[in-house]
C-alpha cells in the first residue's frame, strides 16, 4: 500500500473510531506498526491528526476533517453517487436483519420479562450463527464495488470473515463484545464509513 493510501486509511480510521490508538488502526487499516507509527506522526506534524496525550490517542483536528472530506469528495465522484446510492440502499436493507441477529444473540427471549442469552443452549447460538454466515454471505457481494476503488473495504471483508471464524471456534465475544474486533464492532465502522462515503448522516 501507498503512502497516500496509508495517510487516508489512518485518517478514515480516526474519524470513524472519533479517538484511536496505534493499535486500534493496526486492526482497523491491516497496516503494520511499522507503518502506522511514522503515518501518525507525520500527520500529527501535518496537523492533521492531535494526539490527546492523557489517553495515547489521536482524534482528527479541523484541518485533519477538511482533508479527510476532500478525500471522500473524489472517492464519491470516482464510484458515482449514483452507485454508492444503491450500495447504501442495499447494506441498509441488511441492517435491520443484522440487527435483529444480534439481539437475538443478546437475548434468549425478549420476554416478558426478557431473558438474557447466557450461550448454554449451543444449538439455539448455532442457529443464530448460521443465520448471520447467510447475510454475511449476502454483504460480500455488496462490497465488492467498493473494494475494486479502494482497499480499505477488502479490510473490513476481512475483519468480519475473521470475527465469524472465531465465532465458530466457539469465541462468543466475537458477535457483539465492544472489547474486540466483534462482528457488530466491525459492521459499526463499515456503517459509518459508508455514511462517510456517501455523505450521509447517521438518521438519514
Not at 154 to 176: I, Q, V, W
Amino acid at each position: 500500500m501507498d503512502i497516500a493510501n496509508n495517510r487516508s486509511f489512518v485518517l478514515i480510521g480516526a474519524r470513524i473510531k472519533g479517538v484511536a490508538d496505534a493499535a486500534q488502526l493496526e486492526i482497523a487499516t491491516g497496516l503494520s506498526r511499522a507503518e502506522i507509527d511514522p503515518t501518525l506522526q507525520e500527520l500529527a506534524a501535518a496537523g492533521l491528526l492531535k494526539k490527546n496525550e492523557r489517553l495515547s490517542k489521536y482524534l482528527l483536528t479541523p484541518a485533519g476533517q477538511e482533508a479527510l472530506a476532500q478525500t471522500l469528495t473524489i472517492e464519491r465522484k470516482t464510484i458515482g453517487s449514483e452507485k454508492l446510492g444503491q450500495i447504501y440502499a442495499q447494506f441498509m436493507a441488511l441492517d435491520a436483519e443484522f440487527k435483529g441477529l444480534a439481539s437475538a444473540w443478546q437475548m434468549y427471549a425478549q420476554g416478558p420479562p426478557p431473558i438474557l442469552n447466557d450461550h448454554k443452549d449451543p444449538r439455539y447460538d448455532e442457529r443464530v450463527i448460521k443465520n448471520l454466515v447467510r447475510l454475511h454471505h449476502r454483504l460480500v457481494p455488496i462490497l465488492e464495488p467498493l473494494q475494486q476503488q479502494s482497499p480499505r473495504y477488502s479490510r473490513y471483508a476481512l475483519r468480519l470473515t475473521k470475527a465469524l471464524e472465531r465465532l465458530a471456534d466457539g469465541a462468543n465475544e466475537f458477535f457483539t463484545s465492544p472489547q474486540v474486533d466483534s462482528y457488530h464492532n466491525v459492521w459499526f465502522e463499515l456503517h459509518e464509513d459508508l455514511l462517510c462515503i456517501t455523505g450521509r448522516q447517521r438518521t438519514e
